[in-house]
Nanobody, 131 residues
């Protein structure tokens, strides 16, 4: 079964850090696909945060992109052994709070943040930033 599972959310003070994980099911090798991170604050639409390109079968493995609001604070990486994509979040701000999702449109590179183009979604993990 093709499945993504997020974890790592929690409560953190402003300025703190969290690392979110997105794990693929055993039949779903994430190295073959671009993975995108989204977030959704209460009452807001889901927005893209950033993504990472596939690692295998490409001349530009692991290319990452981030929205301007998180550049310099967030980073996306892969662990192929663990079949996991990480979202490292540092210097968190209250505006970063929300449910974070990983998703994929099963393509090679990040192709934008249109939620309607994503084929597989995780269940989400909640990030709360508060003092």
């Amino acid at each position: 079964q093709v499945q993504l599972v997020e974890s790592g959310g929690g409560l953190v003070q402003p300025g703190g850090s969290l690392r979110l994980s997105c794990v693929g099911s055993s039949e779903f090798i994430l190295d073959w696909y671009a993975i995108t991170w989204f977030r959704q604050a209460p009452g807001e639409e889901r927005e893209g945060v950033g993504g990472i390109s596939k690692r295998l079968g490409t001349k530009r493995p692991g290319t990452t992109e981030l929205i301007n609001a998180v550049k310099g604070r967030f980073n996306i990486s892969r662990d192929s052994v663990r079949n996991t994509v990480y979202l490292q979040m540092d210097n968190l701000e209250p505006e970063d709070a929300g449910v974070y999702y990983c998703a994929t449109d099963l393509l090679d590179y990040c192709s934008g943040y249109d939620v309607n183009t994503m084929d597989v979604w995780g269940q989400g993990t909640l990030v709360t930033v508060s003092s």
